[in-house]
Nanobody
Framework: VQLQASGGGLVQAGGSLRLSCAAS????????MGWFRQAPGKEREFVAA????????YYADSGKGRFTISRDNAKNTVYLQMNSLKPEDTAVYYC???????????????????????WGQGTLVTVSS
């Protein structure tokens, strides 16, 4: 699975962005997908995840009520809609796929980095105050 994240940019606080992650390969629809982010000087952290079917989602507390993860398996794409952005949301955002994990635990939305097998290159989100 190859992943290509896009949609990052510069936005003012309170604004919105929608990130996209396009995946190659026939196994996309079998994978739980996740978004993570890494701010300068900090560790990569979980943002949101969605099960292969889209029936289960999970969010970090930082994004609850503001972020929405979704997917379109026909387009091999997962999205992260981010509203009411804050300066502390500034980070490089990465999408990831959990293929092996999803085979053993279908219809789950994992938040642990270690279960994600494939990672995209990241897209930078900068929120100005």
């Amino acid at each position: 699975v190859q992943l290509q994240a896009s949609g990052g940019g510069l936005v003012q606080a309170g604004g919105s962005l929608r990130l996209s992650c396009a995946a190659s390969g026939r196994t996309f629809s079998s994978c739980a997908m996740g978004w993570f982010r890494q701010a300068p000087g900090k560790e990569r952290e979980f943002v949101a995840a969605i099960s292969w079917s889209g029936g289960s989602t999970y969010y970090a507390d930082s994004g609850k009520g503001r972020f929405t993860i979704s997917r379109d398996n026909a387009k091999n794409t997962v999205y992260l809609q981010m509203n009411s952005l804050k300066p502390e949301d500034t980070a490089v955002y990465y999408c990831a796929a959990a293929l092996a994990y999803s085979r053993n635990y279908p219809n789950t939305a994992p938040r642990s980095r270690i279960v994600y097998d494939y990672w995209g290159q990241g897209t930078l989100v900068t929120v100005s105050s």
